[in-house]
């Protein structure tokens, strides 16, 4: 901790995870799956959201994907399908977005730390309610604002074809977390919150 007991925003090694996760974030977007009954493609960007949470903890995982937000809105073609700006954010699949912050927030509350001693099915679950249910509430629920669709239409087309995918991504998440953690010296890369 700093002189005076004050802690920082975020510290070095907090800071260089949350560009390293909003780099890969953006990077599995570039590849795409695009679904001819729906506007939302299949991407691996949430898998990027929960990696973010799980190994950087709540506050670097949240700052990591608003980092990935603010590069996309500054013009930096960063969303799925190699897209930028407000119009993205504004659209259709804007809300899916949007809940990144919040989702690798609740994510790494959730996780603790999934490193020594820590087990694979709460970390499974941690992903599942920030990564999944999370992104798909706000989701969703934007893409019933912007399109004027009934809500279970926009489940239908939204949400259900995604979540064989997601649940495998959760899962990997999880593996991949407790491995990367478990090798890193303690406090990094995230350094807990």
Same mark, same amino acid.
């Given at each position: 901790? *700093?002189?005076?007991?004050?802690?920082?925003? #975020?510290?070095?090694?907090?800071?260089?995870?949350?560009?390293?996760?909003?780099?890969?974030?953006?990077?599995?977007?570039?590849?795409?799956? @695009?679904?001819?009954?729906?506007?939302?493609?299949?991407?691996?960007?949430?898998?990027?959201?929960?990696?973010?949470?799980?190994?950087? &903890?709540?506050?670097?995982?949240?700052?990591?994907?608003?980092?990935?937000?603010?590069? &996309?809105?500054?013009?930096?073609?960063?969303?799925?399908?190699?897209? +930028? &700006?407000? &119009?993205?954010?504004?659209?259709?699949?804007?809300?899916? #977005?949007?809940?990144?912050?919040?989702?690798?927030?609740?994510?790494?509350?959730?996780? %603790?730390?999934?490193?020594?001693?820590?087990?694979?099915?709460?970390? /499974?679950?941690?992903? #599942?309610?920030?990564?999944?249910?999370?992104?798909?509430?706000? %989701?969703?629920?934007? #893409? /019933?604002?912007?399109?004027?669709?009934?809500?279970?239409?926009?489940?239908?087309?939204?949400?259900? *074809?995604?979540?064989?995918?997601?649940?495998?991504? +959760?899962?990997?998440?999880?593996?991949?977390? =407790? =491995?990367?953690?478990?090798?890193? *010296?303690?406090?990094? @890369?995230?350094?807990?919150?």
């Amino acid at each position: 901790m *700093p002189a005076g007991g004050r802690r920082t925003l #975020l510290n070095l090694r907090e800071m260089l995870g949350a560009g390293l996760l909003a780099a890969l974030t953006a990077v599995l977007g570039y590849v795409q799956l @695009p679904l001819p009954f729906s506007p939302v493609p299949i991407t691996g960007q949430t898998f990027g959201v929960m990696l973010a949470g799980s190994l950087l &903890g709540p506050r670097a995982g949240f700052f990591s994907m608003l980092l990935f937000l603010l590069t &996309g809105l500054a013009g930096l073609p960063v969303f799925a399908g190699a897209r +930028a &700006g407000i &119009g993205v954010l504004a659209g259709p699949t804007g809300g899916f #977005l949007l809940a990144f912050p919040l989702a690798a927030y609740v994510i790494g509350r959730l996780a %603790g730390n999934p490193g020594r001693g820590a087990g694979l099915w709460p970390l /499974v679950l941690a992903n #599942l309610v920030g990564g999944v249910l999370m992104v798909y509430a706000l %989701g969703t629920a934007q #893409l /019933v604002l912007v399109t004027g669709m009934d809500p279970l239409s926009a489940l239908g087309v939204g949400t259900l *074809p995604f979540i064989p995918g997601d649940l495998l991504k +959760a899962a990997v998440a999880a593996v991949v977390a =407790r =491995r990367v953690k478990g090798v890193l *010296p303690a406090g990094g @890369p995230g350094g807990g919150d």
